[in-house]
Structure formats: C-alpha cells, structure tokens
C-alpha cells in the first residue's frame, strides 16, 4: 500500500464484479479509507464460449487477479468466494468474509413458473455441473444444455428461445436488481448451493498487515466459519471448483452444521451427508464430513467429472 489509508482493489469488469468491488469501496470509504479501483481482464471474461474445463479449469476468474496482488500492482482482490480455488496461493491471504448474501440458486423460466411445470425434454441452461447433475437427479427427462456468459447475455439467450429455462444464484440477480425475473427460488432439497456461494472472499498479500486491518473490520466471523468449513470439504475431496460436489455450512446457536453431496454427472447417483460441531473446527468438520463422502464412494464420482471438464 502507498499509505495506511489508501487501498489498490483489484476487480474483473463484469457488472456483478463491479456491482460487489462497489460495495466493499462504500463499507471501506465508511471507516476513512481511500480505494482506487483496478479492472482486470480474467481469461474466464475474455472467452465465453464452451465450457469453462476447456478454457483453463479452476481459476480462470480469479488467476490474473491474485497475480497483481502478488507483483504488486493492486493491494485487495474481491472474488466471488464459490470462483476461488481452495488450493493455497504462496503469498496470499484470504483475509475477510463479509456477511453473506442468499445461498439459492433460482430458477428462470421463459414461459413455466416452476421447476415441476416445465414440460417433460425442456431444455434447461447451466455451465455448471453442480446445478446440472443435481437437476437432473430431480428431473432426470429435461436436457441439460450449457450456457456461458454474464447474466445479461444469459438472460438475453433465455429471451430469445434458445432455452425453457436457466439456472443462476439468486444472490448475483438480487445484487443486480434483477430478482424480478426470478420464477423459483430452488430449495436447497433440490439444489445445494456450490462451496461459498453468496459469499464475497477479500484476498490480501499475507505480508501487508495495513491492508489485512483494514478489511478485517468487515469480516462476519459465522459466515467465515461457514465457507471455511465448506471450501476444507471441497478441497479434502479434491474436487476443485468445477466438479459436482454441493455444500452448505450454517452457524446456528453456536453450533455449525455441514451438509454435502456428490454426484455422478447423469444426476443418477448422488451421495450425501452431514454432520456438525463448534464453529471453531470448521476446517476440521469439512475434512470428517468428505471423508463420510469418500467412504461412500465420492471419489470415482470426482474422477468421472474431471474426465468430462
């Protein structure tokens, strides 16, 4: 940092990455800090065409940012936390977890309000496999098609035919005024949300205590906990953020409880648990519930996925 009230914050373009890099500029401008907003182009933004395993896999939203954190060039990165891979980068701190916003996703009909009145073969857009196994698993007759792009380009394909229905996080369409267009918000019995969603993750250099102070005053310490617990699960399952796996943490009267599911790419086969404990072993819990998933089997559903991104 150039000085201990003044900070760098590295974001993508998109309007939500803006819409959520805004929102931590007015909570830090509030405690007297100066933010200076640096756009940055991920290789996610740049191609938008196939599906996201083709064009780099995890990372591909959030690489080029903690690459300027780490040369110096921004101070504070803002990731959507469901885009951040689990594995650790040399160097970097995930610093902060602001209070989270709706875990759901939601689904978006063309001419159908519900998921159990859209015609049997509907087509149904997702670029990820979470949301598309767990579909199918509830409604295995529907097509699943992918779909990539912002929300407005999403919408637009939605408006145009190419789809009966997409699925998007009711928190992004929320952030963006856009709940209107909601059709049904998913209960989590049918979709569990993806490892972090709703959460913002303010990535930090590890070596910069003057930033750390600062955004470390926005942290919601159960919403922490929760995603801390979620992404121990994701990464004991080696899954990255691209395969079929499902979480959910929750702090509830001091007590945080995990829930999880894997499963087979045809939606067939789905593997769940859930276990819970002191909100201060979060990353412990995250381990005990994958292994529960692993004995059942998790790890070939795991291996299927990889084969397909």
Known sequence: MSSSSRIRLGTRNSALARWQADWVTGELQ?????VELVLIATSGDQQQQGPIGEIGGQG?????????????????AVHSLKDLPTDEVPGLCLATVPQRASVADALLCREHGSLDELPEGAVVGT????????????????????LRGNVDTRLAKLTSGDYDAIILAEAGLQRLGLAD???????????????????????????DQATMD?????????THQSVDAERSLLSALQGGCLAPIAALGRVENDVLQLAGRVLSLD???MLAATLSGPPSEAV?????????????????????????T
Do not use: C, N, Y
Not at 64 to 76: F, H, K, M, N, T
Not at 139 to 146: I, N, S, T
Not at 284 to 307: H, P, W, Y
């Open 30 to 34: 509030q405690l007297g800090v100066d």
């Open 60 to 76: 591909v939203f959030t690489k080029e940012i903690q690459r300027a954190l780490l040369d110096g060039r921004v101070d504070l």
């Open 127 to 146: 670029g990820s496999l979470r949301r598309h196994s767990q579909l199918l698993h509830a409604r295995g007759d529907l097509q699943m098609k992918d």
């Open 181 to 207: 267009r909601i059709t049904q918000v998913l209960d989590t019995s049918i979709m569990l949300p993806a490892v972090g969603q709703g959460a913002l993750g303010l990535e930090t250099r590890d070596d």
């Open 214 to 222: 600062w955004v470390r005053k926005l942290d919601d310490p159960a």
């Open 267 to 269: 939606g067939k086969q």
């Open 284 to 308: 412990q819990l995250g381990i005990r519930l994958a292994d529960d998933l692993l004995s059942q089997g998790a790890a070939e559903l795991v291996s299927q996925s990889r084969k397909r």
